[in-house]
Antibody
């Protein structure tokens, strides 16, 4: 059974840092693209970042470029999101999601999702 | 950046009804369109990808269609568990983007 379990969320002051983790199990983690998607309280879904199987390609939404870093450790079956210079508008539930295992035809970005971890940026 | 617009933003329907939600992209996205269902306090669930392909385990009451800029999600024979918020998402280019969501409520 595919499982994605996020951790690392919490309350942090503006300008602070936080590192989110996503522990994956039930599939060959190193063979899949992985993503982070967030949802501000009462709002819709927003894609944050994704990362290729081997970590050689990473993509970010403009609002987090230069502040957030997505990474993965395939030996530990884990996905990470290092969040620096946090702002109030980063307050959200952060979901990790599994993507395609290439070659995929047709492609998709997300099939399985974790339950999310809440990040609150406030003084 | 590609903007995704869903209509309606909310929809009331009865158990047993068939409903259709529309998603429009601000530019041609071919068939690179996915649909998700989300219930309050829960993670999204992936329903459809490539505009019309069902994710594994998703019942055939859900169907998607469209290509280019206009897409639809149809849910037939609504059951109580289908009342949720639905999102579309384009993945032809970065940044990926979602529609604002359509809240399907019981009439």
């Amino acid at each position: 059974e595919v499982q994605l379990v996020e951790s690392g969320g919490g309350l942090v002051q503006p300008g602070g840092s936080l590192r989110l983790s996503c522990a994956a199990s039930g599939f060959t983690f190193r063979s899949y693209w992985m993503s982070w998607v967030r949802q501000a309280p009462g709002k819709g879904l927003e894609w944050v970042a994704n990362i290729k199987l081997d970590g050689t390609e990473k993509f970010y939404v403009d609002s987090v470029k230069g502040r957030f870093t997505i990474s993965r450790d395939n030996a530990k079956n884990s996905l990470y999101l290092q969040m620096n210079s946090l702002r109030a508008e980063d307050t959200a539930v952060y979901f990790c999601a599994r993507g395609c295992s290439p070659p995929c035809s047709p492609w998709f970005d997300f099939d399985y999702w974790g339950q999310g971890t809440l990040v609150t940026v406030s003084s | 950046d590609i903007q995704m617009t869903q209509s309606p933003s909310s929809l009331s329907a009865s158990v047993g009804d068939r409903v259709t939600i529309t998603c429009r992209a601000s530019q041609d996205i071919n068939h690179y369109l996915a649909w998700f269902q989300q219930k309050p306090g829960k993670a999204p669930k992936s329903l459809i990808y490539a505009a019309s392909s069902l994710q594994s385990g998703v019942p055939s009451k859900f169907s998607g269609s469209g290509s280019g800029t206009d897409f639809t999600l149809t849910i037939s024979s609504l059951q109580p568990e289908d009342f949720a918020t639905y999102y579309c998402q384009q993945y032809i280019s970065y940044p990926r983007s979602f529609g604002q969501g359509t809240k399907l409520e019981i009439k």
